[in-house]
């Protein structure tokens, strides 16, 4: 589903050339479940603005469901992106006005589906992450962990082939974290979505099949997790001081 190669982004200030990827090779099949992580700077941001088509690489190619990236025009980038991608946040993004129900059914109609179809799809999409009876609540009245479920529903509602998403669990407790995590892995497997996930936390990445880890826009480690097989996610800082 994801290509990557030789993918650099330059971002030129007019006095300053900062090189934020450098030479990135990646591929993500379909279905897979793949966390990114590295030290502030790493370039975790910049690739996941690229793979979400909100950004594009200043050379290299990003090739998604075989369909090259780089040369399509903003309008052609936000079809692909409403067509097969959708984020979650660390900070939920919520419309604070709107209803439960009503900030799941949004993106329906920002993708024009039918009005008859919004109330129908946003309500299965809450019963999936165990919201059936918080509908009607406005986000105040929820708990961050409720929160961050509204998120996922309203990511889910127009059933993306790929969800990203950026520090989901950076503002929640330990034990709420947990059950986010596992809200994520379960649509994982039960929908064969590709999740491409960024976080500091091993903890976090360790629900992934795979962990990548970028520094200085560039990956120095590439392996499964525990949970595939594979040895202890990597220690972060342990790598970024090693140089």
Known sequence: MIDLVNLHKIYDSGFN??????????TVPTGHYVAIMGASGSGKSTLLNILGCLDVPSSGSYRLDNRATESLSRDEL???????????????????RSTALENVALPMVYAAKPTRMRGPAATKALERVGLADRMDHLPW???????????????????????LADEPTGNLDSHTSQDIMEII????????????????DPGVASFAERVIVLKDGEVVADQATPRCGGPPVPNVRALQMAG
């Open 78 to 96: 936000a079809q692909l992106r409403n067509s097969h991608i959708w984020f979650i946040f660390q900070n939920f993004n919520l419309l604070h």
């Open 185 to 200: 892995r379960t649509l994982h497997v039960n929908e064969k979505i590709t999740v491409v996930l960024v976080t500091h």
């Open 17 to 26: 050339r900062v090189h934020a990827l450098r030479g990135l090779n990646l």
């Open 141 to 163: 009245q929820l708990s961050g962990g409720q929160q961050q479920r509204v998120a996922i529903a309203r990511a889910l509602v127009n059933e993306p082939r790929m969800l």
